[in-house]
């Protein structure tokens, strides 16, 4: 983690976290997920140190400093320097045009307010477009069968209750 703006999910690590609740850091309730995404960005502190915060948004925000780094799992998940930040309704828009590696979805405060992003420089697919109108025509006949069975099934109750 050298720059500002990188994206990871993170978990505790159970193999040190006998060390870490010694450290005092470690909740003593048990509750260590509580009130986080499990998902942060780096930014730079007040000292020009890389941290990361959790994108839970909260009154005191957890921030995990290096000192927390060997007691955590890291998997990263993208670099927002090579994205641009979107409303949901251009990103429900590309969702259907773009491949999915192209867009970009933090999931904050547990999804009540998510930040939507489309990579620089991407372009629509059409491979992708094809993929998504296939899946779209599935559902609709999905819908008419279902649509031919309620119809069948009303039909029986009205012939039921119209027939002496």
Same mark, same amino acid.
């Given at each position: 983690?050298?720059?500002?703006?990188?994206?990871?999910?993170?978990?505790?690590? @159970?193999?040190?976290?006998?060390?870490?609740?010694?450290?005092?850091?470690?909740?003593?309730?048990?509750?260590?997920?509580?009130?986080?995404?499990?998902?942060?960005?780096?930014?730079?502190?007040?000292?020009?140190?890389?941290?990361?915060?959790?994108?839970?948004?909260?009154?005191?925000?957890?921030?995990? &400093?290096?000192?927390?780094?060997?007691?955590?799992?890291?998997?990263?998940?993208? @670099?927002?320097?090579?994205?641009?930040?979107?409303?949901?309704?251009?990103?429900?828009?590309?969702?259907?045009?773009?491949?999915?590696?192209?867009?970009?979805?933090?999931?904050?405060?547990?999804?009540?307010?998510?930040?939507?992003?489309?990579?620089? @420089?991407?372009?629509?697919?059409?491979?992708?477009?094809?993929?998504?109108?296939?899946?779209?025509?599935?559902?609709?006949?999905?819908?008419?069968?279902?649509?031919?069975?309620?119809?069948?099934?009303?039909?029986?109750?009205?012939?039921?209750? &119209?027939?002496?």
């Amino acid at each position: 983690m050298k720059k500002e703006n990188l994206v990871y999910s993170w978990k505790w690590n @159970d193999k040190k976290i006998e060390d870490f609740k010694k450290s005092g850091v470690w909740f003593s309730n048990g509750d260590n997920y509580h009130c986080k995404d499990q998902q942060a960005i780096t930014f730079k502190n007040s000292k020009g140190e890389i941290c990361l915060k959790d994108t839970y948004c909260s009154s005191e925000p957890f921030i995990i &400093t290096s000192d927390k780094f060997n007691h955590i799992d890291f998997v990263f998940k993208a @670099d927002l320097d090579d994205y641009n930040e979107i409303d949901l309704y251009e990103f429900e828009i590309k969702e259907k045009k773009y491949e999915p590696n192209d867009l970009l979805c933090l999931r904050c405060q547990g999804g009540y307010s998510n930040r939507y992003f489309v990579k620089k @420089d991407s372009k629509p697919s059409a491979s992708h477009r094809i993929l998504v109108i296939k899946e779209e025509i599935e559902q609709e006949e999905k819908n008419i069968q279902y649509a031919k069975n309620r119809i069948d099934r009303l039909s029986k109750k009205l012939e039921e209750l &119209t027939t002496p």
